[in-house]
T-cell receptor
């Protein structure tokens, strides 16, 4: 079946702008995760959704970052007033349940100029 | 929170030799340990995983061992091939207070020399 998909694959924006990154999880997966991966590092946890609710947002770096999953499927990560330090690959993953295997999407490479 | 240490950061082996990557974790409540392979510019792909009620798991040329007492787990790749060249990440799943976040190591860049 189809895996996790993310759009756009690349996003270039200017400092101070607002961006939205989209994630389509595997159909039927109730758990959805966002991670951020900087060059040469492992993915770092941002937020975890179980269904429509954010069960754990402890990894969000500050209040410029926000994510939603209104219908329990597609999720959008929103970043306000982007800064150059936000440049990274943003990865989405989904799993059948919280304890299930997490399958990753291809990521969105965000570049803030 | 959980902390995962991974060694070595780079590893070069001759084709056909074995490769071993080691990780340690800090939180004894972690109970699931996946390994991901990531090729340049691609998504992390699960290659093997192990849960805390098992000490060893094998899948063809790949095996993972877990020592819960020492909070240590390792990836073993035998008969390495050039296509095994990639960055490998270990991770530990912390499942506390209703959250299920993976904490990753910093990765090991494996180069298999033909």
């Amino acid at each position: 079946g189809a895996g996790v998909s993310q759009t756009p694959s690349n996003k270039v924006t200017e400092k101070g702008k607002y961006v939205e990154l989209r994630c389509d999880p595997i159909s039927g997966h109730t758990a959805l995760y966002w991670y951020r991966q900087s060059l040469g590092q492992g993915p770092e946890f941002l937020i975890y959704f179980q269904g429509t609710g954010a069960a754990d947002d402890s990894g969000l770096p500050n209040d410029r970052f926000f994510a939603v999953r209104p219908e329990g499927s597609v999720s959008t990560l929103k970043i306000q007033r982007t800064e150059r330090g936000d440049s990274a690959v943003y990865l989405c993953a989904s799993s059948f349940s919280g304890l299930g295997t997490q399958y990753f999407g291809p990521g969105t490479r965000l570049t803030v100029l | 929170g959980e902390n995962v240490e991974q060694h070595p950061s780079t590893l070069s082996v001759q084709e056909g030799d074995s490769a071993v990557i080691k990780c340690t974790y800090s939180d004894s409540a972690s109970n699931y340990f996946p390994w991901y392979k990531q090729e340049l510019g691609k998504r992390p792909q699960l290659i093997i995983d192990i849960r805390s009620n098992v000490g060893e798991k094998k899948d063809q040329r790949i095996a993972v061992t877990l020592n819960k007492t020492a909070k240590h787990f390792s990836l073993h790749i035998t008969e390495t091939q050039p296509e095994d060249s990639a960055v490998y990440f270990c991770a530990a799943l912390y499942s506390g207070a209703g959250s299920y976040q993976l904490t990753f190591g910093k990765g090991t860049k494996l180069s298999v020399i033909p």
